[in-house]
């Protein structure tokens, strides 16, 4: 009987469950199907009045192939993927004769599969390169050479030169960069919490910081959050700017020719150790390395932790979760301070274009074909994407828009794009050059680092052999 | 007899195709490809280079395989002592007479081991978090607050921290198989045992543990092929880290294959992974075998 009883409640359990997740799953693709036709229309309203000439001159009729991670969940607060969502949408319209097969995956998934399709030589037609893995695919012979493509677009004149630098090898280039430009590092900060410690601004050196972070931790709470529970982050959101700071631009980009430099030069071990030393201090809050920048950036929502370190990502979520709420207008941005004893740039941040759009170089036989994969790419990069995210999110990408109206955004939106482009000196994103072999290594060590478990000294020698035997 | 109901030979084998052909779909053509790919220089893509052995000279002397090794090994122990030995205390106490609601122990008991090791993980995750883990919270609340840590930050504690939810997962699964292995010898041995004046521990080690020894040497084996492949609940708590203090085997297979993309490599470790597994577990088999034919010899 009691037998019984209990798996009576075990199969009403069950059923209830099963019904909850049959509903959500329902209303989260109907959201996606109602999006996705109010997306569609608004993007063939703008196209139609800016880039008719390319309508129907292709040739080609049949499947391509593409794959990318703006998945319409990530498309809901991200400016990048909407418009690029809604971009692919208006070229299906406008290219009926070609069906277009998308295979979409949130990001981290899109890594993993499409090394693995690559490992099995069976890229999509076109998908989204992200720029370290260019020139080991290439050296494969899996991209297509798109240099004169580039230079023959429609758009070349617009065209950021400077955003390629990632996606070119020995003078060629193989993608057009896509998406929008993000930081990769930036702090985020309550402005009145910093008036009240005595600052105006963020402060620009860290000995000010600390001394700020006495009075952050009289009131309780953590001066500056930070996650690199995911391992990625300290290299990502912190090194490669710090990095910057002390061994100046020239470093890295020698680093990426393979022209002398290397980990164990002092310059980068002394960033090294400032990391470490930084880190050892009191100013960010102690599970840093336990949790990732998504948990990070929730104490600083909740008013945990005066400030927050991380990338355009986290700016995105901060703001579509602060809006309404008094500290939206508090939030302010600012470039992390120099270190004592850096010479570089004292105001760099780490921006640029990690994914650009590529084409299989299997293409090359179907001339068809290919003209439509390339006319796919000069769409997404080109001036619809860019004035669709301009005019809807302030964002920029690798076409330049003319004419941007601020005035129009709210003061986070313009604060946070003088932040991105304007008010600041950009330099590389460490990790969207080299190899990922090398970073995987690197990351690893940075973390027993930040313990302290292993010196700088060490991180930069491991890092150096990783690089020798994998670049 | 006999084989009058016997089914013929064709028929046998027909019914085992299936499985067989997925057995081999699954499990030897991988391995025979990674066998092959781990004698290339391969970084995924079209080109491969022959390298001979060169690919297991790097592992024999990667010190983060041997470590993840290691940690492996010690997940082995501990989970052997805490899913088998806590297993075997709880159904004890389960089927003592004192005990009420035995049904209900032994559902819930198992309901861990049914649920997703991601889950699993993530449900931890939150409690040892720093700041609002409970973990912490109770700490505090006993007046222990210099005892918080940031659990899962600690080189020398984070591989315990994670056998425990992988501990506490699998004692329900241990426990139905050790509960039907008592439940099937004679229950009159047990009433005479205490008839004759034995306490619930003699019992336990002069009458249980020789009855069902046999059950007992399967859930080892269970739990060190178990062991050797861990990886989900790790993935998800601490990515092997703080650096490479929690990593295990088949985790850094990973990270070298797809973080890394050395796939040429990353089948060397997974065939390292196939025959350090292989010895550790015939090690064991052989190890049962002794003790089972002891048993035969009294």
Same mark, same amino acid.
């Given at each position: 009987?009691?037998?019984?009883?209990?798996?009576?409640?075990?199969?009403?359990?069950?059923?209830?469950?099963?019904?909850?997740?049959?509903?959500?799953?329902?209303?989260?693709?109907?959201?996606?199907?109602?999006?996705?036709?109010?997306?569609?229309?608004?993007?063939?309203?703008?196209?139609?009045?800016?880039?008719?000439?390319?309508?129907?001159?292709?040739?080609?009729?049949?499947?391509?192939?593409?794959?990318?991670?703006?998945?319409?969940?990530?498309? =809901?607060?991200?400016?990048?993927?909407?418009?690029?969502?809604?971009?692919?949408?208006?070229?299906?319209?406008?290219?009926?004769?070609?069906s277009?097969? =998308?295979?979409?995956?949130?990001?981290?998934?899109?890594?993993?599969?499409?090394?693995?399709?690559?490992?099995?030589?069976?890229?999509?037609?076109?998908?989204?390169?992200?720029?370290?893995?260019?020139?080991?695919?290439?050296?494969?012979?899996?991209?297509?050479?798109?240099?004169?493509?580039?230079?023959?677009?429609?758009?070349?004149?617009?065209?950021?030169k400077?955003?390629?630098?990632?996606?070119?090898?020995?003078?060629?280039?193989?993608?057009?960069?896509?998406?929008?430009?993000g930081?990769?590092?930036?702090?985020?900060?309550?402005?009145?919490?910093?008036?009240?410690?005595?600052?105006?601004?963020?402060?620009?050196?860290?000995?000010?910081?600390?001394?700020?972070?006495?009075?952050?931790?009289?009131k309780?709470?953590?001066?500056?959050?930070?996650?690199?529970?995911?391992?990625?982050?300290?290299?990502?959101?912190?090194?490669?700017?710090?990095?910057?700071?002390?061994?100046?631009?020239?470093?890295?980009?020698?680093?990426?020719?393979?022209?002398?430099?290397?980990?164990?030069?002092?310059?980068?071990?002394?960033?090294?150790?400032?990391? =470490?030393?930084i880190?050892?201090?009191?100013?960010?809050?102690?599970?840093?390395?336990?949790?990732?920048?998504?948990?990070?950036?929730?104490?600083?929502?909740?008013?945990?932790?005066?400030?927050?370190?991380?990338?355009?990502?986290?700016?995105?979520?901060?703001?579509?979760?602060?809006?309404d709420?008094?500290?939206?207008?508090?939030?302010?941005?600012?470039?992390?301070?120099?270190?004592?004893?850096?010479?570089?740039?004292?105001?760099s941040?780490?921006?640029?274009?990690?994914?650009?759009?590529?084409?299989?170089?299997?293409?090359?036989?179907d001339?068809?074909?290919?003209?439509?994969?390339?006319?796919?790419a000069?769409?997404?990069?080109?001036p619809?994407?860019?004035?669709?995210?301009?005019?809807?999110?302030?964002?920029?990408?690798?076409?330049?828009?003319?004419?941007?109206?601020?005035?129009?955004?709210d003061?986070?939106?313009?604060?946070?794009?003088?932040?991105?482009?304007?008010?600041?000196?950009?330099?590389?994103?460490?990790?969207?050059?080299?190899?990922?072999?090398?970073?995987?290594?690197?990351?690893?060590?940075? =973390?027993?680092?930040?313990?302290?478990?292993?010196?700088?000294?060490?991180?930069?020698?491991?890092?150096?052999?990783?690089?020798?035997?994998?670049? | 007899?006999?084989?009058?109901?016997?089914?013929?030979?064709?028929?046998?084998?027909l019914?085992?195709?299936?499985?067989?052909?997925?057995?081999?779909?699954a499990?030897?053509?991988?391995?025979?490809?990674?066998?092959?790919?781990?004698?290339?220089?391969?970084?995924?893509?079209?080109?491969?280079?022959?390298?001979?052995?060169?690919?297991?000279?790097?592992?024999?002397?990667?010190?983060v395989?041997?470590?993840?090794?290691g940690?492996?090994?010690?997940?082995?122990?501990?989970?052997?002592?805490?899913?088998?030995?806590?297993?075997?205390?709880?159904?004890?106490?389960?089927?003592?007479?004192?005990?009420?609601?035995?049904?209900?122990?032994?559902?819930?008991?198992?309901?861990?081991?049914?649920?997703?090791?991601?889950y699993?993980?993530?449900?931890?995750?939150?409690?040892?978090?720093?700041?609002?883990?409970?973990?912490?919270?109770?700490?505090?609340?006993?007046g222990?607050?210099?005892?918080?840590?940031?659990?899962?930050?600690?080189?020398?504690?984070?591989?315990?921290?994670?056998?425990?939810?992988?501990?506490?997962?699998?004692?329900?699964?241990?426990?139905?198989?050790?509960?039907s292995?008592?439940?099937?010898?004679?229950?009159?041995?047990?009433?005479?045992?205490?008839?004759?004046?034995?306490?619930?521990?003699?019992?336990?080690?002069?009458?249980?543990?020789?009855?069902?020894?046999?059950?007992?040497?399967?859930?080892?084996?269970?739990?060190?092929?178990?062991?050797?492949?861990?990886?989900?609940?790790?993935?998800?708590?601490t990515?092997?880290?703080?650096?490479?203090?929690?990593?295990?085997?088949?985790?850094?297979?990973?990270?070298?294959?797809?973080?890394?993309?050395?796939?040429g490599?990353?089948?060397?470790?997974?065939?390292?992974?196939?025959?350090?597994?292989?010895?550790?577990?015939?090690?064991?088999?052989?190890?049962?075998?002794?003790?089972?034919?002891?048993?035969?010899?009294?």
């Amino acid at each position: 009987m009691k037998k019984k009883l209990v798996s009576l409640l075990l199969v009403v359990v069950m059923i209830f469950s099963l019904c909850a997740c049959g509903k959500s799953k329902e209303t989260s693709t109907k959201k996606a199907e109602t999006k996705a036709p109010d997306a569609t229309t608004e993007a063939t309203d703008d196209s139609a009045t800016k880039t008719d000439t390319s309508a129907s001159t292709l040739a080609y009729k049949g499947d391509l192939g593409i794959m990318h991670f703006s998945t319409s969940e990530e498309s =809901q607060g991200n400016g990048g993927s909407d418009g690029f969502r809604t971009t692919i949408a208006s070229w299906e319209k406008k290219n009926p004769d070609i069906s277009l097969k =998308q295979t979409v995956l949130a990001n981290a998934d899109y890594k993993t599969q499409i090394a693995t399709l690559a490992a099995a030589g069976d890229l999509p037609d076109v998908f989204l390169l992200q720029g370290m893995n260019t020139r080991e695919w290439v050296k494969q012979g899996l991209v297509l050479d798109m240099t004169d493509y580039i230079a023959k677009s429609p758009y070349a004149d617009k065209y950021d030169k400077s955003k390629f630098y990632p996606f070119t090898v020995d003078g060629k280039e193989y993608a057009i960069p896509a998406l929008t430009g993000g930081t990769c590092t930036v702090v985020v900060y309550d402005a009145a919490l910093w008036k009240e410690a005595g600052f105006d601004t963020f402060p620009d050196t860290w000995d000010k910081v600390k001394e700020a972070s006495k009075y952050f931790k009289k009131k309780g709470i953590d001066t500056i959050a930070f996650g690199n529970g995911g391992k990625w982050q300290a290299n990502s959101c912190f090194l490669s700017t710090l990095g910057d700071r002390f061994t100046g631009p020239e470093w890295f980009k020698s680093l990426v020719e393979k022209k002398g430099a290397a980990f164990t030069d002092q310059t980068f071990v002394d960033a090294l150790k400032f990391t =470490q030393d930084i880190f050892k201090s009191d100013v960010f809050n102690k599970d840093f390395n336990a949790i990732t920048n998504e948990d990070a950036r929730e104490y600083y929502i909740s008013g945990d932790a005066a400030a927050f370190i991380g990338g355009n990502w986290d700016v995105s979520y901060i703001q579509a979760t602060l809006k309404d709420k008094p500290l939206y207008n508090n939030t302010k941005f600012a470039v992390l301070p120099q270190p004592a004893g850096a010479t570089g740039d004292t105001d760099s941040h780490n921006i640029g274009l990690g994914y650009g759009i590529a084409i299989n170089a299997k293409l090359k036989d179907d001339p068809e074909k290919l003209a439509a994969a390339i006319d796919l790419a000069y769409t997404l990069t080109g001036p619809e994407f860019a004035n669709y995210v301009t005019d809807k999110y302030a964002l920029s990408s690798v076409t330049k828009v003319d004419n941007l109206d601020l005035s129009k955004f709210d003061q986070f939106t313009q604060d946070f794009y003088n932040y991105s482009y304007v008010d600041h000196k950009p330099c590389e994103i460490y990790d969207s050059l080299i190899s990922s072999a090398v970073w995987d290594v690197l990351n690893t060590d940075l =973390q027993s680092m930040l313990n302290g478990d292993i010196s700088p000294e060490d991180v930069a020698k491991n890092a150096q052999a990783a690089y020798e035997k994998n670049y | 007899m006999l084989n009058s109901i016997r089914p013929k030979k064709w028929v046998i084998a027909l019914y085992l195709l299936f499985p067989i052909l997925l057995y081999v779909f699954a499990v030897f053509i991988p391995l025979i490809t990674a066998g092959f790919y781990s004698f290339f220089d391969w970084k995924g893509g079209p080109n491969k280079t022959f390298i001979g052995l060169d690919n297991y000279a790097t592992l024999i002397k990667d010190d983060v395989f041997w470590t993840s090794f290691g940690h492996n090994i010690y997940l082995v122990f501990a989970c052997i002592i805490g899913q088998i030995g806590l297993a075997f205390i709880i159904v004890l106490m389960i089927n003592s007479r004192l005990v009420k609601f035995k049904a209900i122990h032994r559902t819930f008991g198992f309901f861990p081991s049914t649920i997703s090791a991601v889950y699993i993980g993530l449900i931890w995750l939150m409690f040892y978090d720093y700041k609002r883990g409970i973990l912490n919270w109770f700490l505090e609340l006993i007046g222990k607050g210099d005892q918080t840590k940031v659990w899962l930050n600690e080189p020398k504690l984070v591989m315990l921290l994670i056998a425990i939810p992988l501990i506490w997962q699998f004692i329900g699964y241990y426990m139905v198989i050790i509960i039907s292995a008592i439940s099937s010898v004679d229950q009159e041995i047990f009433e005479v045992a205490e008839l004759d004046g034995a306490n619930a521990f003699q019992r336990a080690i002069y009458v249980i543990v020789p009855l069902i020894k046999n059950t007992l040497l399967v859930c080892v084996t269970l739990c060190v092929a178990g062991n050797m492949k861990a990886f989900d609940h790790i993935f998800v708590m601490t990515k092997g880290g703080p650096g490479n203090d929690s990593m295990v085997m088949a985790l850094y297979g990973y990270k070298i294959s797809f973080a890394q993309q050395n796939m040429g490599y990353g089948s060397a470790i997974s065939i390292g992974i196939f025959f350090v597994s292989l010895l550790v577990i015939g090690g064991v088999q052989f190890l049962v075998k002794m003790l089972t034919k002891e048993k035969g010899e009294i």
